[in-house]
């Protein structure tokens, strides 16, 4: 499997994007994050109600789990394109926070912050990579898409997943969602950056990104993972329903470099 960190070219005839205007004009606190991301977990639930639980924990810098989370998201190949996308920006907001985000990540003397959303008792990711009808494409590929039933149900209609990506300060989430009805495929697996325009090696990004199997060199798709892979363990995206909740279908959102 070749699991890594690709990025959309820029469109020859297309402008330049500096970043994703939903995340900016979404709240950017705790009580939108929790908001939104319930919502969105009881929009998908299977019977009415869901399980939800939020874990933020810390890697120790100089601890072997550290280093294997930032081993297993191709931490190494993300960094380019992040510092890649300071340079490209200037002045502008996006190129502030992920500067400030990239300080904070390579800061040797303070932990990384991790914050896990998960939801048990829910439908999870399906559906195909690309068709925008799907719960997965809406959240893992499109830009303020939503799949929610009617326009009645809860929550900022296609914005609320963008809670996720405001709340890392380096725009990144991973995804891991065991899919109802497909729990014999495993784990379904994939990461997203939500960066800006930049150019590295000579090439021009549109700014979004993916790690995952690669598809040629500018896309990825999900993989599917057997719920002890080392993979997920090491990205710390196993999933163990809380005390008391038999289901396991939904998803873990997990927020790297989290901050409120």
Do not use: C
């Amino acid at each position: 499997m070749s699991w890594s960190w690709r990025f959309l070219k820029q469109p020859k005839y297309d402008g330049k994007q500096w970043g994703v205007p939903a995340i900016y004009t979404t709240p950017r606190s705790l009580e939108s994050l929790v908001r939104e991301t319930t919502q969105n977990s009881l929009d998908a639930s299977l019977d009415g109600r869901v399980s939800t639980r939020f874990t933020l924990f810390d890697l120790p810098r100089d601890s072997a789990r550290y280093r294997a989370f930032m081993a297993a998201m191709d931490f190494h190949g993300l960094k380019k394109h992040l510092s890649a996308a300071v340079d490209a920006a200037g002045t502008r907001e996006i190129a502030v926070r992920i500067a400030d985000g990239l300080t904070l990540v390579s800061a040797q003397e303070r932990p990384l912050r991790l914050l896990a959303v998960e939801d048990f008792g829910a439908t999870g990711l399906n559906g195909d990579e690309f068709e925008s009808g799907s719960p997965f494409a809406a959240l893992v590929r499109d830009v303020s898409n939503s799949q929610k039933t009617d326009q009645t149900a809860g929550g900022s209609y296609g914005l609320g997943s963008q809670t996720l990506f405001g709340s890392s300060r380096i725009m990144t989430v991973l995804f891991a969602s065991e899919i109802k009805g497909e729990e014999t495929k495993g784990i379904r697996l994939i990461g997203k950056a939500e960066l800006s325009y930049h150019e590295l090696e000579n090439k021009r990004f549109a700014g979004r990104g993916w790690v995952g199997e690669s598809i040629g060199d500018d896309g990825a798709t999900s993989t599917w993972e057997s719920p002890s892979s080392d993979l997920l363990r090491n990205l710390s995206l196993h999933r163990t329903p809380p005390a008391g909740e038999t289901r396991t279908s939904g998803t873990t959102s997990l927020i790297v470099a989290f901050s409120e």
